[in-house]
Protein backbone atom coordinates (compact mmCIF):
# COMPACT_ATOMS: atom_id res chain seq x y z
CA UNK A 1 0.00 0.00 0.00
CA UNK A 2 0.69 3.64 -0.41
CA UNK A 3 0.80 6.80 1.84
CA UNK A 4 -0.92 9.25 -0.70
CA UNK A 5 -2.02 6.66 -3.41
CA UNK A 6 -5.22 4.43 -3.80
CA UNK A 7 -5.05 2.14 -6.12
CA UNK A 8 -8.04 0.38 -7.91
CA UNK A 9 -9.04 -1.66 -10.39
CA UNK A 10 -12.09 -3.06 -12.43
CA UNK A 11 -11.54 -5.31 -15.46
CA UNK A 12 -8.45 -3.65 -17.50
CA UNK A 13 -9.37 -0.43 -16.16
CA UNK A 14 -6.92 0.86 -13.32
CA UNK A 15 -7.92 3.70 -11.28
CA UNK A 16 -5.13 5.56 -9.74
CA UNK A 17 -6.40 8.30 -6.80
CA UNK A 18 -4.03 11.06 -5.24
CA UNK A 19 -4.75 11.01 -1.62
CA UNK A 20 -3.40 13.50 0.47
CA UNK A 21 -6.62 15.91 0.93
CA UNK A 22 -4.33 17.43 3.77
CA UNK A 23 -2.15 19.25 1.17
CA UNK A 24 -5.70 19.08 -1.30
CA UNK A 25 -3.57 16.44 -2.94
CA UNK A 26 -0.38 18.72 -4.05
CA UNK A 27 2.40 16.58 -5.18
CA UNK A 28 5.27 16.21 -2.76
CA UNK A 29 8.56 13.88 -3.03
CA UNK A 30 6.59 10.84 -1.78
CA UNK A 31 3.59 10.88 -3.67
CA UNK A 32 6.00 11.50 -6.71
CA UNK A 33 8.04 8.30 -5.80
CA UNK A 34 4.72 6.32 -5.01
CA UNK A 35 3.46 7.12 -8.23
CA UNK A 36 6.81 6.55 -10.12
CA UNK A 37 6.67 2.99 -8.89
CA UNK A 38 2.68 2.63 -9.71
CA UNK A 39 3.62 3.50 -13.40
CA UNK A 40 6.22 0.87 -13.44
CA UNK A 41 4.35 -1.89 -12.10
CA UNK A 42 1.65 -1.23 -13.85
CA UNK A 43 3.35 -0.76 -17.26
CA UNK A 44 4.51 -4.26 -16.71
CA UNK A 45 0.95 -5.47 -17.06
CA UNK A 46 -0.77 -6.77 -20.22
CA UNK A 47 -3.90 -6.77 -18.66
CA UNK A 48 -4.42 -3.36 -18.52
CA UNK A 49 -5.62 -1.46 -20.52
CA UNK A 50 -5.96 2.24 -19.18
CA UNK A 51 -4.94 4.25 -16.43
CA UNK A 52 -7.41 6.39 -15.31
CA UNK A 53 -5.93 9.53 -12.47
CA UNK A 54 -8.82 10.32 -10.81
CA UNK A 55 -10.65 14.36 -10.38
CA UNK A 56 -8.62 14.53 -7.40
CA UNK A 57 -5.98 15.68 -9.36
CA UNK A 58 -7.68 18.24 -10.97
CA UNK A 59 -9.17 19.55 -8.18
CA UNK A 60 -5.46 19.51 -6.10
CA UNK A 61 -4.43 21.58 -9.33
CA UNK A 62 -7.26 23.41 -9.41
CA UNK A 63 -7.22 24.69 -6.00
CA UNK A 64 -3.37 25.64 -6.09
CA UNK A 65 -1.42 29.12 -7.55
CA UNK A 66 -0.51 29.05 -10.98
CA UNK A 67 2.77 28.61 -10.46
CA UNK A 68 2.66 25.35 -8.19
CA UNK A 69 -0.11 24.36 -10.72
CA UNK A 70 2.70 24.36 -13.29
CA UNK A 71 5.13 22.01 -11.83
CA UNK A 72 1.96 19.28 -11.14
CA UNK A 73 1.14 19.24 -14.80
CA UNK A 74 5.24 18.90 -15.48
CA UNK A 75 5.25 16.23 -12.75
CA UNK A 76 2.08 14.62 -13.34
CA UNK A 77 3.15 14.32 -17.15
CA UNK A 78 6.77 12.76 -16.93
CA UNK A 79 4.99 10.10 -14.59
CA UNK A 80 2.89 8.69 -17.55
CA UNK A 81 4.62 9.62 -20.81
CA UNK A 82 8.12 8.00 -20.68
CA UNK A 83 7.09 4.69 -22.03
CA UNK A 84 7.73 2.82 -25.01
CA UNK A 85 3.88 2.06 -24.54
CA UNK A 86 2.84 5.57 -23.89
CA UNK A 87 4.43 6.27 -27.86
CA UNK A 88 2.76 3.62 -29.20
CA UNK A 89 0.02 4.36 -27.57
CA UNK A 90 -0.42 7.79 -28.81
CA UNK A 91 1.34 6.65 -32.25
CA UNK A 92 -1.77 4.18 -32.90
CA UNK A 93 -4.14 6.91 -32.07
CA UNK A 94 -2.98 9.11 -34.60
CA UNK A 95 -2.58 6.28 -37.05
CA UNK A 96 -6.12 5.01 -36.31
CA UNK A 97 -4.46 1.77 -35.63
CA UNK A 98 -5.22 -0.88 -32.36
CA UNK A 99 -1.49 -0.12 -30.17
CA UNK A 100 0.76 -3.23 -30.24
CA UNK A 101 1.66 -2.49 -26.47
CA UNK A 102 5.21 -4.34 -25.11
CA UNK A 103 4.87 -3.34 -21.45
CA UNK A 104 7.72 -0.85 -21.67
Request: charged residues 30%; aromatic residues 8%.
Amino acid sequence: TWTHVQVTREGAIAQVRLDRPDARNALNALMMRELTEIARLMRRRSDLQAVVLTKEAVNAQANANHYASSFMDRDQYLVTTKTGDFREGVGAFFEKRKPDFKGD
